[in-house]
Protein backbone atom coordinates (compact mmCIF):
# COMPACT_ATOMS: atom_id res chain seq x y z
CA UNK A 1 0.00 0.00 0.00
CA UNK A 2 1.20 3.70 -0.52
CA UNK A 3 -0.44 6.55 0.67
CA UNK A 4 -0.38 9.71 -1.69
CA UNK A 5 -1.25 13.15 -0.04
CA UNK A 6 -1.27 16.28 -2.37
CA UNK A 7 -1.06 19.93 -1.66
CA UNK A 8 -0.01 23.21 -3.24
CA UNK A 9 -3.25 24.41 -4.96
CA UNK A 10 -4.84 27.21 -5.06
CA UNK A 11 -6.28 30.21 -7.38
CA UNK A 12 -3.45 31.92 -9.29
CA UNK A 13 -3.70 34.64 -12.43
CA UNK A 14 -2.62 33.29 -16.46
CA UNK A 15 0.72 33.38 -16.56
CA UNK A 16 1.48 32.55 -12.54
CA UNK A 17 3.21 29.88 -11.51
CA UNK A 18 2.55 26.99 -8.49
CA UNK A 19 3.98 24.55 -7.08
CA UNK A 20 2.16 21.45 -6.37
CA UNK A 21 3.85 18.53 -3.62
CA UNK A 22 2.78 15.03 -2.99
CA UNK A 23 3.40 13.57 -0.04
CA UNK A 24 3.79 9.71 0.05
CA UNK A 25 3.75 6.86 2.92
CA UNK A 26 3.97 3.22 3.10
CA UNK A 27 5.91 0.77 1.15
CA UNK A 28 9.10 2.16 -0.40
CA UNK A 29 8.04 5.04 -2.42
CA UNK A 30 11.45 4.69 -4.57
CA UNK A 31 10.08 1.47 -5.93
CA UNK A 32 7.32 3.27 -8.27
CA UNK A 33 6.80 5.42 -10.98
CA UNK A 34 5.23 8.87 -10.41
CA UNK A 35 2.75 10.45 -11.98
CA UNK A 36 0.75 13.61 -12.28
CA UNK A 37 -2.55 13.74 -13.87
CA UNK A 38 -5.26 16.50 -13.83
CA UNK A 39 -9.26 16.20 -14.44
CA UNK A 40 -11.34 19.20 -15.54
CA UNK A 41 -14.88 19.29 -14.74
CA UNK A 42 -16.67 17.29 -17.19
CA UNK A 43 -13.88 16.20 -18.95
CA UNK A 44 -11.58 12.72 -18.43
CA UNK A 45 -8.66 12.52 -16.53
CA UNK A 46 -6.09 13.51 -17.98
CA UNK A 47 -2.22 12.86 -18.16
CA UNK A 48 0.10 15.36 -17.48
CA UNK A 49 3.61 14.07 -16.04
CA UNK A 50 5.58 11.04 -15.35
CA UNK A 51 8.98 10.09 -13.46
CA UNK A 52 10.57 7.28 -13.49
CA UNK A 53 11.54 5.62 -9.97
CA UNK A 54 14.74 6.74 -10.27
CA UNK A 55 13.77 10.49 -10.88
CA UNK A 56 16.00 10.38 -14.05
CA UNK A 57 13.63 9.99 -16.73
CA UNK A 58 10.65 12.41 -17.17
CA UNK A 59 7.92 12.59 -19.59
CA UNK A 60 4.75 15.60 -19.84
CA UNK A 61 1.48 15.39 -21.83
CA UNK A 62 2.03 17.93 -25.37
CA UNK A 63 -0.90 20.58 -23.18
CA UNK A 64 2.37 21.10 -20.68
CA UNK A 65 5.42 20.40 -22.00
CA UNK A 66 8.22 23.34 -21.65
CA UNK A 67 6.00 24.74 -19.25
CA UNK A 68 5.64 22.28 -16.34
CA UNK A 69 8.74 20.41 -14.26
CA UNK A 70 7.80 17.12 -12.32
CA UNK A 71 10.54 16.26 -9.65
CA UNK A 72 11.22 14.09 -6.95
CA UNK A 73 13.27 13.59 -3.85
CA UNK A 74 13.64 9.61 -2.68
CA UNK A 75 15.28 10.38 0.76
CA UNK A 76 11.98 12.54 1.59
CA UNK A 77 9.61 10.57 -0.06
CA UNK A 78 7.84 13.12 -1.90
CA UNK A 79 6.87 14.31 -5.47
CA UNK A 80 6.60 17.86 -7.12
CA UNK A 81 5.28 19.38 -10.07
CA UNK A 82 6.55 22.80 -11.11
CA UNK A 83 3.76 24.94 -12.90
CA UNK A 84 4.81 27.93 -14.47
CA UNK A 85 2.88 29.93 -17.58
CA UNK A 86 -0.02 28.95 -16.05
CA UNK A 87 -3.08 29.31 -18.12
CA UNK A 88 -6.93 29.17 -17.77
CA UNK A 89 -7.48 26.03 -19.28
CA UNK A 90 -4.93 24.32 -17.02
CA UNK A 91 -7.36 24.70 -14.34
CA UNK A 92 -8.43 21.18 -12.89
CA UNK A 93 -8.24 18.78 -9.39
CA UNK A 94 -4.91 17.96 -9.67
CA UNK A 95 -3.67 13.77 -8.72
CA UNK A 96 -0.51 12.63 -7.50
CA UNK A 97 -0.36 8.49 -8.80
CA UNK A 98 2.18 5.63 -8.02
CA UNK A 99 2.81 3.09 -10.73
CA UNK A 100 4.89 -0.50 -10.11
CA UNK A 101 4.25 -0.91 -13.82
CA UNK A 102 7.58 -0.38 -16.45
CA UNK A 103 5.86 0.99 -19.19
CA UNK A 104 7.70 1.21 -22.99
CA UNK A 105 5.28 3.10 -24.64
CA UNK A 106 3.34 6.67 -24.48
CA UNK A 107 0.29 4.91 -24.19
CA UNK A 108 1.27 3.02 -21.66
CA UNK A 109 2.92 5.84 -19.47
CA UNK A 110 -0.24 8.08 -19.69
CA UNK A 111 -2.77 5.87 -19.00
CA UNK A 112 -4.58 5.49 -15.77
CA UNK A 113 -5.11 1.96 -15.60
CA UNK A 114 -1.07 1.37 -14.92
CA UNK A 115 -1.33 3.32 -11.53
CA UNK A 116 -2.56 1.78 -8.82
CA UNK A 117 -2.32 4.60 -5.78
CA UNK A 118 -3.78 7.65 -5.80
CA UNK A 119 -4.28 11.11 -4.11
CA UNK A 120 -7.52 13.22 -2.93
CA UNK A 121 -6.45 15.43 -5.36
CA UNK A 122 -6.00 19.54 -5.10
CA UNK A 123 -7.63 22.30 -6.93
CA UNK A 124 -5.64 24.76 -8.99
CA UNK A 125 -7.76 27.52 -10.56
CA UNK A 126 -6.05 29.73 -12.99
CA UNK A 127 -7.72 32.85 -13.65
CA UNK A 128 -7.62 35.46 -16.87
Known amino acids: QVQLVESGGGLVQAGGSLRLSCAAS????????MGWFRQAPGKEREFVAR????????YYGDSVKGRFTISRDNAKSTMALQMNSLKPEDTAVYYC?????????????????????WGQGTQVTVSS
Open 51 to 58: ISSGGLTT
Open 26 to 33: GRTFSRYY
Open 97 to 117: AASATDCLNDACRASVLVYGY
